[in-house]
């Protein structure tokens, strides 16, 4: 198993010392089900990094690993140049933000009330009401979320896209220097899908919020991300460029179907091949 050392010691990089979050010879999943394998990956601060993969790939379990939410079984997560899970659950929410894929929806609460919650990390437990500065945080986080307009609505009254911005206004209260998100666009139309994802690219260039997003869709990832991340039943595939993972060997082998690659004028795209345009491919290619 590797080797722990101590909170008080800086850990060694395997990366650029630049880095700003790290995963170290990581193996981990459920119970004696190792679901992530001797995988090793860093991030950069400002960079946008999306695991892709099939079902069942352990992009999610990745991700439950990284947010700490997950212990590792061997191996380490490395956050600001220290180990994530010798420290205080109160001090990684500081600097690591978790949007999972399905949130509880609070009864009763308004928009105000589910954001002021991100500042609980950075509030004494005795205090209860947001300080002037807590306050501050809220409104500059419901402002990027452009939520000002129902600030005093019941959560549980927004539609699907404005729920999922109230959220991650909740996240970004918390000042977080990684914000790692399972699948955010999950139950939303294309128009809300767009909307996000405009949205999240807009902080991660202009705040330099590092991202961490599970995207089902691949040419969405492809088109938002700096990097990609392809897993295969726990193991780290290829990662690097769009440009540099997105080649049709590297389709096969990780999601078991042969696509055209197209370059288009917004970028590069993927186009799955049906069993009937591969036949047709194969007979004008010839033998």
């Given at each position: 198993?590797?080797?722990?050392?101590?909170?008080?010691?800086?850990?060694?990089?395997?990366?650029?010392?630049?880095?700003?979050?790290?995963?170290?010879?990581?193996?981990?999943?459920?119970?004696?089900?190792?679901?992530?394998?001797?995988?090793?990956?860093?991030?950069?601060?400002?960079?946008?990094?999306?695991?892709?993969?099939?079902?069942?790939?352990?992009?999610?379990?990745?991700?439950?690993?990284?947010?700490?939410?997950?212990?590792?079984?061997?191996?380490?997560?490395?956050?600001?140049?220290?180990?994530?899970?010798?420290?205080?659950?109160?001090?990684?929410?500081?600097?690591?933000?978790?949007?999972?894929?399905?949130?509880?929806?609070?009864?009763?609460?308004?928009?105000?009330?589910?954001?002021?919650?991100?500042?609980?990390?950075?509030?004494?437990?005795?205090?209860?009401?947001?300080?002037?500065?807590?306050?501050?945080?809220?409104?500059?986080?419901?402002?990027?979320?452009?939520?000002?307009?129902?600030?005093?609505?019941?959560?549980?009254?927004?539609?699907?896209?404005?729920?999922?911005?109230?959220?991650?206004?909740?996240?970004?209260?918390?000042?977080?220097?990684?914000?790692?998100?399972?699948?955010?666009?999950?139950?939303?139309?294309?128009?809300?899908?767009?909307?996000?994802?405009?949205?999240?690219?807009?902080?991660?260039?202009?705040?330099?919020?590092?991202?961490?997003?599970?995207?089902?869709?691949?040419?969405?990832?492809?088109?938002y991300s700096d990097r990609l991340a392809l897993l295969k039943q726990g193991h780290?595939?290829?990662?690097?460029?769009?440009?540099?993972?997105?080649?049709?060997?590297?389709?096969?082998e990780g999601f078991g179907v042969e696509v055209s690659i197209l370059h288009t004028?917004?970028?590069?795209?993927?186009?799955?091949?049906?069993?009937?345009?591969?036949?047709?491919?194969?007979?004008?290619?010839?033998p």
């Amino acid at each position: 198993m590797t080797h722990i050392q101590p909170i008080s010691h800086q850990c060694p990089s395997l990366f650029s010392n630049s880095s700003l979050l790290e995963a170290q010879n990581l193996q981990g999943g459920y119970s004696e089900a190792w679901i992530i394998h001797n995988l090793s990956l860093a991030l950069q601060p400002g960079e946008w990094l999306s695991l892709v993969g099939a079902n069942g790939s352990g992009k999610s379990t990745l991700l439950r690993l990284l947010s700490c939410i997950l212990p590792p079984q061997q191996g380490r997560v490395i956050l600001d140049g220290k180990i994530i899970h010798q420290q205080s659950p109160q001090w990684v929410a500081q600097r690591l933000a978790m949007l999972p894929q399905q949130q509880t929806i609070p009864t009763g609460l308004t928009v105000h009330q589910l954001v002021s919650l991100g500042r609980s990390p950075h509030q004494p437990w005795w205090q209860w009401e947001l300080s002037p500065n807590d306050q501050q945080h809220v409104d500059w986080a419901i402002a990027q979320t452009q939520l000002q307009a129902m600030r005093d609505r019941p959560v549980e009254q927004l539609s699907g896209g404005e729920r999922q911005r109230a959220f991650l206004a909740l996240a970004l209260a918390q000042e977080p220097h990684v914000l790692l998100l399972d699948e955010p666009t999950t139950f939303l139309d294309l128009h809300y899908q767009l909307e996000l994802l405009d949205l999240l690219k807009r902080l991660n260039q202009e705040q330099n919020l590092t991202l961490i997003t599970v995207l089902h869709d691949i040419n969405l990832a492809i088109r938002y991300s700096d990097r990609l991340a392809l897993l295969k039943q726990g193991h780290l595939l290829a990662v690097g460029t769009p440009e540099e993972v997105v080649t049709s060997a590297q389709m096969i082998e990780g999601f078991g179907v042969e696509v055209s690659i197209l370059h288009t004028p917004v970028g590069l795209q993927i186009l799955p091949l049906s069993a009937v345009t591969r036949q047709q491919q194969r007979v004008r290619d010839g033998p």
